[in-house]
């Protein structure tokens, strides 16, 4: 199984359409720092019983990661702190894909060297995997163009036609 870092961003968005049971049964748990943990839990999302839940259940394993090293990753790529930690702890942890939608992080997390995938990813492969069927997939890609799920129209427009197709 592929080892799976994810920003508080992908677990939100997938909390929020009730499939962070996603995760599991596409890379059977993502790794999260403890600081987007804590951030996620501090900004008290209406998610964050499912969010809970999924650290209770094993979904989210969250780990300790060094500030100072997180720090200097803001810093040398104008990313926010809790996504630095993340890719300090896909370091630490020789993850191959790396969960985000901000397209600074998704860039920089390329450029190191990770398979990056967002929430749509994310749901295209539950399709492709068998995990959500074509009218399942369709649906959850128009709730997240109906909230305030930041992405191009043009982006979601292409994934929903490709399904479609």
Do not use: W
């Amino acid at each position: 199984m592929q080892r799976v870092v994810g920003d508080s961003d992908v677990i939100i968005h997938l909390a929020k359409l009730n499939k962070l049971d996603l995760i599991r049964e596409l890379y059977e748990c993502a790794h999260i720092p403890r600081y987007v943990e804590l951030e996620m839990v501090r900004y008290q999302y209406d998610e964050v019983g499912i969010i809970e839940d999924a650290v209770r259940h094993g979904v989210l394993k969250v780990y300790e990661t060094d500030d100072s090293k997180a720090r200097s990753i803001a810093g040398r790529y104008g990313i926010y702190i809790g996504e630095a930690h993340v890719k300090v702890l896909a370091e630490e942890l020789y993850a191959e894909i790396f969960l985000s939608n901000e397209r600074k992080v998704r860039i920089a997390a390329k450029e190191e060297g990770f398979f990056v995938a967002g929430t749509v990813g994310v749901i295209l492969r539950g399709m492709n995997q068998g995990c959500l069927t074509k009218e399942e997939a369709i649906k959850l890609l128009n709730k997240l163009k109906a909230s305030k799920f930041r992405i191009h129209p043009n982006i979601m427009d292409s994934a929903i036609n490709s399904i479609e197709e």
